[in-house]
């Protein structure tokens, strides 16, 4: 098999990222990681050179495959590699067919970081997910004049249609847990978190761009993107996956969604306490718990600044999967998902979204170097020093 990590060009042409990664020290046990993840996507012909190069030039879209092609050996799929496109056939549990198109939102190769504000932020990068979104469904139909659409394909028609997307076009992407795919899948608002519209999550129907022209958002909330099964996706499956999978020293920051019937909590619990409640477990572990009450439930998240040694995390963790109501093909209802991957469903008559998310399930997580300023800039942002 290939090495993804030797460098096939000169210093200039290398992305910054794959840079770093080859030239320091520290990251010497998570090249290793990140290799194996490639097994069996470096067997396609006529491809695997054209991987290895976009890896180390344009980094992000690559890190992407190379995460999903793990996930589906972990999800007990085969890969038929044989096929050149989409970037995935996939052979399930059950020998249950589907195929996955990948893609990432991300920035142009010579752009550079700006500063937004949150609210524009979320607009652009939802924006761009829907964007991308809509890109892959015109290769599918055949838009564009493309002379093989994948609608075409023997091995595409009459399975599942999934595009696996993720969010890599600002350095703020990370942190945006699911509220932007949200808004474009479900057109959905991020949700009230006080006061007595509690829980309510308004509707947006459309987002304008830079030019004034309407996106349509909630693109599962009516059949104008049938042809697409289920979306999968992920702010955590990208470098930090690696580098946590690898156990070298590091700084974790996390957010996990909690919840729990109110009559399976212990008499006493502190954990399960309305409110916000900030704890040290030990040195460098820390944990804020946020929780709300419902009528039968407490939920809300805990999130986590510890070293990378307390953190634990599968591969799998922080996958969600978004399922199309109106499918032409819909995802198997059956598939055997592992207990750590989200599932997120759209009720057609009543409008909500149906959140499949098992307690404890990875929301969001980000790694720093471990350095007095990044843990002072942590403990002070969550509150545990002032």
Known sequence: MLNLFTPRFREEKLHNHFR?????PDYAKVQPIIQSWATGLLDRRGENYKFVNEFQTTFNSSMWELY??????????????????????????GNYEFNIEAVVSDLPPTAKQKAFKNQDFKTRGALKLAGKIRDKLDLYRGCNGKKH??????????????????????????????????????????????????????KITSL??????????GVFTNDSFKEISAVFFSTVGTFGKAVIESRIDRLVRATRYRVIDKDKIAPGSKLWQVGAHRFQLAALNYLLTLRRESEHQIGGADILIQHSSFHRETHLDGLQVYFNPYAEVPFDP???????????????????HIQAHPDGALVSRQVYSITPEYIQHLLNSYGFIR
Not at 70 to 92: E, H, N, T, Y
Not at 162 to 181: V, Y
Not at 210 to 216: F, I, Q
């Open 208 to 217: 304008l761009t830079p030019s004034g022209a309407p996106v349509k958002m």
């Open 334 to 352: 059956n598939f055997p998902w592992p207990a750590e991957v989200a599932l997120n469903y759209y009720d057609v008559e009543s409008g909500e």
């Open 149 to 202: 659409p994948y609608s075409s394909m023997s091995h595409v028609r009459g399975r599942p249609f999934t595009i696996a997307i993720a969010p890599f076009d600002s350095d703020l992407s990370l942190t945006q847990n699911n509220e932007l795919i949200n808004i474009v899948l479900f057109g959905l608002a991020p949700p009230v978190l006080e006061g007595p519209d509690l829980g309510k999550q308004n």
């Open 68 to 93: 999903l092609n793990r996930a589906l050996i972990d999800l007990g799929c085969s890969v038929d590699f044989s096929k050149s496109a989409p970037d995935f056939v996939v052979r399930g549990p």
């Open 20 to 24: 770093l990664i080859s030239a320091d």
